[in-house]
């Protein structure tokens, strides 16, 4: 069982269950969501996450149609994002979850088109764009 909130803690979830693996992406997408060199996430099953405050402060953003992020409307933090195509799993930003977290990264993805700035210094698997097994 895991909690997280956004920065402000307008928005509070829940997660039912452990985490998935835990996956770095440097694609130009997450670098202009997060405003960094990467986002962290996790995916977990849709049927584990709640959201237990703040639903109505809560904002969605599409970059692709069929791609929603979801956003704290007051302070900006992304919580989570969903995929038409897999409605089952939710993504989770690593970054807002509260409670400990005791995963190593699993993979860094998107690798190929990551900034000339950002050098990963981990030995975790990289892979050029999604990993074979997405
Ligand atoms: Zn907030
Ligand atoms: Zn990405």
Redesign the pocket.
């Known amino acids: 069982m895991h909690k997280g909130s956004?920065?402000?803690?307008?928005?509070q979830y829940e997660i039912d269950e452990s985490l998935g693996p835990i996956v770095f992406c440097h694609c130009s997408v997450c670098r202009k969501s997060t405003g960094s060199a990467h986002q962290a996430v996790t995916r977990i099953p849709s049927a584990a996450f709640r959201i237990t405050r703040g639903q109505d402060?809560l904002r969605e953003y599409r970059h692709e149609p069929a791609h929603h992020r979801y956003f704290?409307g007051?302070?900006g933090?992304g919580i989570y994002a969903r995929r038409d195509s897999k409605p089952e799993m939710v993504i989770v930003r690593l970054g807002t979850v509260d409670t400990p977290v005791d995963q190593e990264i699993a993979a860094h993805i998107f690798v190929d088109s990551k900034a000339s700035w950002d050098h990963i210094p981990d030995d975790a698997p990289k892979f050029p764009e999604w990993p074979p097994s997405s």
């Open positions: 956004c920065l402000c803690g307008q928005v402060v704290c007051n302070c933090s």
